[in-house]
Structure formats: C-alpha cells, structure tokens
C-alpha cells in the first residue's frame, strides 16, 4: 500500500514564502513523474507543477518565477517552494505521483495526497 503525506501549509501574508513537502512511503520500486496540484474554493484543480523522473520540470504560468518544484529520491519526496505568494495562491495543495510497485509494474499507478491547505492574506 502506497501513501503520499504532505506537510508544509499554512497562513502567509501576502509576499511570503512556504515550502510544502510530500513523502511517499510502502511499496514503492520506483517513482516516475511528480507534481503538485491546487484547487481553489469553487474552482477545479488545476496543476501547478510537474518533475519527471529525468528531471524535467513544468509550471503553470501563474507560479513561473515565484515557485520551484524539486525532488529528493532517495526520500522519495517531492517539495514546493513557493515564494512571492498571493492571495490568488490560496488553495488546498495537493501531491502526485505516478509509483510502480515492482519490477513488472511496467507504468505504475497514480496516488494523491490528502492535500495541506495554503492562505494568503492580503
């Protein structure tokens, strides 16, 4: 059984900063893409950004500049640090991972975070 737990949000006011993490433990093989997601109050998720297992990373034009996706593989977690922050940013921040189990486990499986709750005040 794979699990993904984030950690990091929290209150900040406007032109902060917060770092989120997300730890994946079990049954892991290996991890391949990693990315955060958000989803505002009334609004659909929306994803944030992505790292690959090679290391190629994408944002969502409305981080670029203010956010930095990393990832740690020997800890299998991936962090988000988010500078700059906005009250726009505000939104429960949801973890991704594509995980294979085993070795025959060719494209392995998504699983979710149970998501950390960033607000900006203005």
């Known amino acids: 059984q794979v699990q993904l737990v984030e950690s990091g949000g929290g209150l900040v006011q406007a032109g902060g900063s917060l770092r989120l993490s997300c730890a994946a433990s079990?049954?892991?093989?290996?991890?391949?893409?990693m990315a955060w997601y958000r989803q505002a109050p009334g609004k659909q998720r929306e994803l944030v950004a992505t790292?690959?297992?090679?290391?190629?990373?994408n944002y969502a034009d409305s981080v670029k500049g203010r956010f930095t996706i990393s990832r740690d593989d020997a800890k299998n977690t991936v962090y988000l640090q988010m500078n700059s922050l906005k009250a726009e940013d505000t939104a429960v921040y949801y973890c991704n991972a594509r995980i294979r189990e085993s070795r025959s486990d060719l494209y392995g499986n998504p699983y979710w975070g149970q998501g950390t709750q960033v607000t900006v005040s203005s």
């Open positions: 790292v690959t297992g090679g290391g190629t990373i």
């Open positions: 079990g049954s892991i093989f290996s991890i391949t893409a």
